[in-house]
């Protein structure tokens, strides 16, 4: 008599008729093709993406929270189903409340992975119903990081093709105002 496996965990809320919606966080200091190459892909899989700005007093950012809020919305405003929010606390917590199914994250190089892998285990250690996703990259954004990003625009560096226009915009910007 064979034995049927018992499932690996009794998934609520992942029925044939309920949205599958994804919370995309990290830091957005500032959004980047790379970011928004991320939320595309994401799309193709589920229904809703949640692009969540976490709120980490001890991280310094350069732009505000509101800053990063809007520069995100404007930047993925022809996509109705994503919608731009903001966190503080744990992330499984969150995506509980929000009745997240996926926890969305993207992949550049394998530098990327030991970090990402640490923290994906650590959250389905704390609610086994939440599958964190990874996504690869397109190879145009492989070397495309927020902090490079800045680091580049604060001494001058060409950023473009890295941001959309208008965070290059705010770049220069936020750099022309300080010492
Ligand atoms: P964190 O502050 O947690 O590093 P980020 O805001 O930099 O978060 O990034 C959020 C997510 O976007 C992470 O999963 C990160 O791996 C991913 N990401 C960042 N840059 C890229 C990129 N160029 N291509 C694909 N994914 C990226």
């Avoid at 190879?139 to 604060?154: G, V």
Wanted: net charge positive; aromatic share 8%; charged share 25%.
């Amino acid at each position: 008599m064979s034995r049927r496996r018992a499932p690996i965990c009794e998934s609520k809320g992942t029925g044939e008729n309920m949205p599958r919606i994804a919370i995309y966080p990290g830091s957005f200091d500032p959004v980047t093709n790379g970011h928004l190459d991320i939320v595309e892909r994401g799309l193709k899989i589920f229904d809703k993406i949640i692009v969540a700005i976490l709120h980490n007093p001890c991280k310094k950012a350069l732009f505000s929270i509101q800053e990063r809020k809007e520069m995100l919305a404007d930047c993925l405003k022809q996509f109705p189903n994503v919608e731009i929010d903001t966190f503080d606390g744990l992330l499984v917590d969150y995506a509980a409340k929000r009745q997240a199914q996926g926890i969305l994250r993207g992949l550049r190089a394998l530098s990327d992975f030991d970090y990402e892998f640490q923290m994906a285990l650590m959250n389905r250690r704390m609610n086994r119903e939440i599958q964190t996703v990874f996504l690869m990259t397109g190879l145009r954004w492989i070397f495309t990081s927020s902090s490079i990003i800045k680091e580049a625009a604060q001494f001058g560096g060409d950023i473009n093709g890295m941001v959309p226009p208008m965070v290059g915009r705010k770049l220069k910007e936020k750099f022309r105002h300080r010492p």
